[in-house]
C-alpha cells in the first residue's frame, strides 16, 4: 500500500543554519504531496503542496519539490529561524476512494537555538 | 480565521469506558475526517463522512468505532469499551470540497486509557 517515510527527528539546528528533511513516497499513480507543520499546542496546517511531479510548493522560505523519478519531496529552507521549530509532517493524498485519506511520516521535530 | 476546535483537549478514561471526543469543523465545510496518532508512530487515517455518512473508513476503525454528526456543528467519535491501545493523540478534520482539497486540522485530543 501506499506509504511516507521521513528522517527521525529529532533536527537541532541553530538560526539561519540550512534546513532539510528528507521525504520519500511509496506510491500507485500519481499522489498529491504535502508538508503540514504542528507548532506548539495547535493542529496540524497545511505548509506547502505538490500536485504533479516538478512542481515546487513554497510557503514562508519552505520549499520541496516532487521528484518522480526518486519518490521524493524533501522539505528546505534556506536560513530557519527560532519560530519555525515544530514538528513537520510529510503526507500524500491516497488515490483510494473520493475523499482524499492522507498518509502521513511519522513528523520531524524541529528545534531551532537562537 | 475559521478553525477548526476539538473538545476536550485531553481526556482520561479507564479501559471498558465508554468515551466521545468532539470536533466543531469549519462552518461550511461538507467533508469531515477523524485522524490519530499513537505516541511515536504516524498519523493514521480512521475514517472520513460526508453527507451524513460514512464515506472511507480504515482497518482501525471497527465496530469499537463509530462518527456521528448530531446538528449543524459538531462531529463526534465515540469509542466503545476504550482499550489501553486507543490511548493516542485523535486529530479532527474537514474539507471544503474533499478529493484532493486541502484539509483543515484541530488541535486534537489526546486520550490516554488507564
Known amino acids: 500500500g501506499d506509504s511516507v517515510t521521513q528522517m ?3 533536527v537541532t539546528l541553530s538560526e539561519e543554519a540550512f534546513l532539510t528533511i528528507n521525504c520519500t513516497y511509496t506510491a500507485t499513480g500519481y499522489p498529491s504531496l504535502f508538508w503540514y507543520v504542528q ?15 516538478d512542481d515546487k510548493g513554497s510557503n514562508k ?9 526518486t519518490t521524493s519531496f524533501h522539505l528546505e529552507k534556506g536560513s530557519v529561524q527560532v519560530s519555525d521549530s515544530a514538528v513537520y509532517f510529510c503526507a500524500l493524498l491516497g488515490l483510494g476512494g ?11 521535530k524541529l528545534s531551532v537555538k537562537p | 480565521e475559521p478553525e477548526v476546535t476539538q473538545t476536550p483537549s485531553h481526556q482520561v478514561t479507564q479501559m471498558g469506558q465508554e468515551v ?3 470536533c466543531v469543523p ?3 465545510h461538507l467533508y469531515f475526517y477523524w485522524y490519530r496518532q499513537i505516541l511515536g508512530q504516524k498519523v493514521e487515517f480512521l ?3 460526508y453527507n451524513n455518512e460514512i464515506s472511507e473508513k480504515s482497518e482501525i476503525f471497527d465496530d469499537q468505532f ?3 454528526r448530531p446538528d449543524g456543528s459538531n462531529f463526534t467519535l465515540k469509542i466503545r469499551s476504550t482499550k489501553l491501545e486507543d490511548s493516542a493523540m485523535y486529530f479532527c478534520a474537514s474539507s471544503g470540497t474533499g478529493g484532493r482539497n486541502e484539509q483543515f486540522f484541530g488541535p486534537g485530543t489526546r486520550l490516554t486509557v488507564l
Open chain 2, 66 to 68: 463509530s462518527v456521528e
Open chain 1, 39 to 53: 507548532y506548539p499546542g495547535e493542529g496540524l496546517q497545511l505548509l506547502l503542496k505538490a500536485t504533479k511531479a
Open chain 1, 8 to 10: 527521525e527527528g529529532p
Open chain 2, 20 to 22: 466521545i471526543l468532539r
Open chain 2, 47 to 49: 475514517v472520513s463522512f
Open chain 2, 26 to 28: 469549519i462552518s461550511n
Open chain 1, 61 to 69: 522560505g519552505f520549499e520541496a519539490t516532487y521528484r518522480k523519478e
Open chain 1, 98 to 108: 473520493s475523499q482524499g485519506n492522507l498518509i502521513f511520516g511519522k513528523g520531524t
